[in-house]
C-alpha cells in the first residue's frame, strides 16, 4: 500500500533515485534562479534581448530604484498591515473555537464543527462579488482592515479544524485533574491547554502568515490603490505603461519573498515540532 523507503530498493533503483534528485531540484529552483538573475540585470541588457544570458554587469541598483522609483515600501507596509491582524485574529479565535469544540460536548457540536470544516470545500473564486458588494456596502472596500477581516473570517474554519484536531490529542485527565481542583474553566484554558498549544501555535502561524501574505486574489479583488494595495497586488504595477520594467519586478518579487522565509526559519524549530507531534507513540 505504502512505497518502501529507497534504502530497501535494488542498487539500480537507488542510484537512479540519487542521480534524479538534483536533476529536479535544478529544474525546481531554475525559475527562482532567473528571477534572481533577473532581479541584478541592468535594463540595458533587457533593452538590447538579453534575456537569458550572462548580465552584462550586476546592478545591485535595482533594488534601489524599486524603492526609489514605485511604491514598493507603502506595498510592504501594506502588506504587514493586513498579514499581522489576520495571524493574531484567526489563530487567536481558533485556539478558543478549537478549546470549546474539542473540551465540551453539546448537542450541536458535531454540526457546529462541520460548518467550520464546509466552509473550507467552497471554492473562494465563487464569493468574489458578494464579498466584494458586501464590502463596499460596508464601506470597508479598498481598505487594508477589510481586506485583514475577511482573511480572518475566511482562515478561521481552517485554523479551528487545525486547533480542534490537535487539542483532541491532549491528555484530557489534565482538565479533569484541574477541574477536580476547582480551577476555572478560563484559567483551564490559559494556564494549561494554552502552553501546551505553542508548537501548533507556531505552525499554524507559519502556514498562515504564508497565505495570506502570498494572497493575489483577494488582493487585487478588495484593493484598488497603491495606498491599500499588498505588495503581491502591487508588483504588478511595477511595470511601466509603456515599457515593462522586469528587473524592477523580479527585484520586488525578491523582496516580497523574503518575510515569509525569515518567518519559516524563525519558526522553524516549533514548526517541525508542530507537524510531527503525535506522529509517533
Not at 464579498?131 to 485554523?159: E, K, P
Not at 499554524?204 to 487585487?220: G, K, P, R
Amino acid at each position: 500500500m505504502f512505497p518502501r523507503p529507497i534504502e530497501q530498493a535494488s542498487p539500480a533503483k537507488q542510484w537512479l533515485y540519487t542521480a534524479a534528485v538534483p536533476v529536479a531540484l535544478f529544474l525546481w529552483l531554475l525559475p527562482l534562479l532567473g528571477v534572481a538573475v533577473t532581479s541584478l540585470r541592468p535594463a540595458s541588457d533587457l533593452a538590447a534581448g538579453n534575456y537569458f544570458g550572462l548580465p552584462s554587469h550586476l546592478a545591485f541598483e535595482n533594488y534601489l530604484d524599486v524603492f526609489r522609483n514605485t511604491p514598493m515600501g507603502q506595498y510592504i507596509l501594506n502588506s504587514f498591515k493586513v498579514t499581522v491582524p489576520t495571524v493574531i485574529g484567526a489563530v487567536g479565535l481558533s485556539c478558543m473555537t478549537g478549546f470549546a469544540l474539542a473540551v465540551y460536548r453539546f448537542p450541536s457540536n458535531l454540526i457546529i464543527f462541520f460548518m467550520f470544516v464546509a466552509g473550507n470545500f467552497v471554492p473562494f473564486q465563487i464569493l468574489m462579488v458578494p464579498v466584494r458588494d458586501l464590502t463596499v456596502q460596508m464601506g470597508m472596500y479598498n481598505t487594508w482592515y477589510g481586506l485583514a477581516l475577511f482573511h480572518i473570517a475566511f482562515q478561521s474554519g481552517f485554523c479551528t479544524l487545525f486547533m480542534r484536531n490537535f487539542i483532541k490529542s491532549l491528555p484530557f485527565e489534565l482538565i479533569e485533574a484541574a477541574r477536580v481542583e476547582g480551577v476555572a474553566e478560563w484559567r483551564i484554558f490559559w494556564f494549561i491547554v494554552l502552553p501546551l498549544m505553542r508548537p501548533a501555535i507556531a505552525a499554524l502561524s507559519v502556514l498562515v502568515f504564508t497565505f495570506i501574505w502570498n494572497d493575489f486574489f483577494w488582493a487585487t479583488v478588495l484593493t484598488s490603490s497603491p495606498d491599500t494595495q499588498p505588495v503581491t497586488a502591487g508588483l504588478s504595477s511595477l511595470n511601466g505603461q509603456w515599457i515593462a520594467q522586469w528587473q524592477l519586478v523580479s527585484a520586488g518579487s525578491i523582496l516580497a519573498a523574503l518575510p515569509p522565509v525569515l518567518m519559516f526559519f524563525a519558526m522553524q524549530k516549533h514548526f517541525i515540532a508542530g507537524l510531527t507531534l503525535g506522529a509517533v507513540k
